[in-house]
């Protein structure tokens, strides 16, 4: 789906984002930001430097990036076009509803993939950025497929212990469960506290 071209031919094209490259590398990072949703409108999305030491206080993203034959989406980054896997565009999307304006770390945006340098700087360092974020948020796709099985986790009678939620998980993937539930696509938190509870 795009909602604008990227085409040098034509006068009302929006040019492609280009990457400033970080000013210190080895201890800043780039956050991003999701615009409120309009359902008419493309994401869009502010992406800035975090400059060392790390003052601001932001959530990572981990999520599936799918694979290269996966359909792409063009968003708005910085007021250029940015192009983004299906997976991904649907995380923004909900992003822009559920949590605008909120300080986000993601990979596939926050570092640029055609610098290889840069890449295999900040990829050294990802235990690091995720450690200092204050929360990891998890997305499993725009998929009503998963709902319920999330649902049951998030649920107040569900046991929160590492043991338990480790055990479950196992027992849907064993059992398949995350192919047969249907329901509302849903984002689970997952915080450190969740997972030091015994």
């Known amino acids: ?80 076009a940015f192009t983004v896997r299906k997976n991904l565009y649907h995380f923004l999307r909900m992003a822009g509803k559920r949590f605008p304006n909120t300080p986000l770390w993601i990979d596939a945006i926050c570092i640029n993939q055609e610098d290889d340098e840069e890449k295999g700087i900040l990829v050294s360092r990802m235990a690091d950025i995720y450690a200092n974020a ?12 998963v709902s319920s099985a999330l649902e049951w986790l998030d649920s107040p009678s569900s046991n929160r212990s590492s043991r338990v939620v480790s055990a479950n998980l196992e027992r849907l993937y064993a059992d398949s469960l995350l192919g047969t539930h249907v329901g509302k696509s849903h984002l689970i938190y997952i915080t450190y506290k969740v997972f030091e509870t015994t």
Do not use: H
């Not at 085409?7 to 990072?29: C, E, G, H, M, Q």
């Not at 204050?134 to 497929?145: R, S």
């Open 1 to 80: 789906m795009t909602y604008f071209t990227v085409n040098d031919a034509n006068p009302y094209a929006i040019r492609p984002f280009v990457y400033t490259p970080l000013k210190v590398p080895d201890y800043s990072i780039r956050i991003l930001e999701v615009f409120p949703d309009e359902e008419d409108r493309p994401v869009q999305v502010r992406l800035s430097e975090s400059k060392a030491p790390l003052t601001q206080q932001y959530r990572c993203l981990s999520y599936m990036w799918g694979a290269s034959s996966d359909d792409t989406y063009d968003i708005i980054l910085n007021d250029c």
């Open 134 to 145: 204050i929360e990891t948020l998890i997305w499993l796709g725009d998929n009503a497929e």
